[in-house]
């Protein structure tokens, strides 16, 4: 994969609770910080969601020009044991993962 820097990754995760619980543990591995929250946090770096709906975390995110990344995002980076560049994960990139 193509590496990153990892200074400061703060990542909003969504999903059922096991999912959430798999997902947090694997962005500390890679030496970031997770939170499920009803609502959006202004130092999220990324949120990660596997559908999307017009909620407030997804709109402010998007008004905040945060990464909205589907969950095989963090599923890649945790294969690769590093971050990886988040464009071919976002919402609204034509190519399919």
Same mark, same amino acid.
């Given at each position: 994969g193509t590496r990153v820097a990892t200074g400061g990754k703060f990542v909003l995760v969504c999903?059922?609770?096991a999912e959430r619980e798999e997902m947090a543990s694997? !962005?500390? %591995? /890679?030496g970031g910080r997770s939170a499920? /929250? %009803?609502g959006f946090?202004?130092?999220?770096? %990324? !949120?990660i969601v596997k559908d999307l709906r017009r909620t407030e975390k997804f709109l402010c995110a998007c008004a905040a020009g945060r990464w909205i990344l589907k969950p095989v995002y963090i599923e890649s980076c945790k294969i690769n044991n590093e971050w990886l560049q988040e464009q071919s994960f976002e919402w609204n990139n034509a190519r399919k993962i």
């Open positions: 999903g059922r609770t694997a !962005v500390r %591995h /890679l499920y /929250l %009803h946090q202004m130092n999220a770096t %990324h !949120v």
